[in-house]
């Protein structure tokens, strides 16, 4: 299984970056994917997650309305698109999945998710 980040970068404060993640090795469609990040010094935290079948997704608190998260599971990619970007956002962002037989399950831990990918580091400039 290979989970493959993408996108992240320097960008300015206010400014939009979008993550993709596009997964090899594994049926897509089976799996819920979401998006965590880790900040130097910080634990990995939970930013976003969707449903195997892309209907229904859930985020952080301190993401919610500059965030959206999406999929394509056709090209078996989730994608993170984040704007009005703060420095607090800064972060490696990393996906992960979990193959699960329900359509709707959405969870938040990292520990429920079984597959990681290397991350994608985003730096945010104020």
């Known amino acids: 299984v290979q989970l493959q980040a993408s996108g992240g970068g320097l960008v300015q404060a206010g400014g939009s970056l979008r993550l993709s993640c596009a997964a090899s090795?594994?049926?897509?469609?089976?799996?819920?994917m979401g998006w965590f990040r880790q900040a130097p010094g910080k634990e990995r935290g939970f930013v976003a997650g969707i449903t195997r079948n892309g209907e229904r997704s859930n985020y952080a608190d301190s993401v919610k309305g500059r965030v959206t998260i999406s999929r394509d599971n056709a090209k078996k990619t989730v994608f993170l698109q984040m704007n009005s970007l703060k420095p607090d956002d800064a972060a490696v962002y990393y996906c992960?999945?979990?193959?699960?037989?329900?359509?709707?399950?959405?969870?938040?831990?990292?520990?429920?998710?079984?597959?990681w990918g290397q991350g994608t580091e985003v730096t945010v400039s104020s």
């Open positions: 090795g594994l049926t897509f469609s089976t799996c819920v």
């Open positions: 992960a999945a979990r193959v699960t037989g329900s359509m709707w399950f959405l969870p938040t831990n990292r520990d429920e998710y079984f597959y």
